[in-house]
């Protein structure tokens, strides 16, 4: 991780428990959640989760650095989409709509810094 936001990165993950911030969480994650399907059956999945793993799945999706997650400024019941196909990169189609929220609940979760 670059020195420019190293105190920022660790200031943020020591607010986090250490249970939920671990590597074989965030591993798991990638086995169970990314990746083409296997065969030549569609699958599509629907995960309903919070903000810090939806950074994490876009960071592994973009290959960017893994620090990275805790960059992607996902809202709550924000929608994302990520499209994983055989023999091309992944494809991050859609990333915090928040369109299928009335305009009281888009944000949730921000500070007001980054509410449009």
Do not use: C, K
Not at 1 to 23: K, N, Q, T, W, Y
């Amino acid at each position: 991780m670059p020195d420019a936001h190293a105190d920022g990165v660790l200031d943020f993950l020591a607010r986090i428990p250490a249970a939920e911030r671990s590597p074989e969480l965030g591993q798991r994650a990638l086995e169970l959640l990314t990746g083409p399907a296997q065969g030549s059956q569609e699958r599509r999945e629907v995960v309903i989760t919070h903000a810090y793993l939806v950074g994490w799945l876009v960071t592994a999706a973009l290959d960017s650095p893994p620090w990275r997650w805790v960059s992607v400024g996902a809202a709550n019941a924000g929608l994302t989409i990520i499209r994983y196909t055989p023999r091309s990169p992944s494809s991050l189609l859609t990333l915090n709509d928040l369109d299928h929220l009335p305009p009281g609940l888009r944000w949730t979760g921000l500070p007001p810094h980054l509410r449009p």
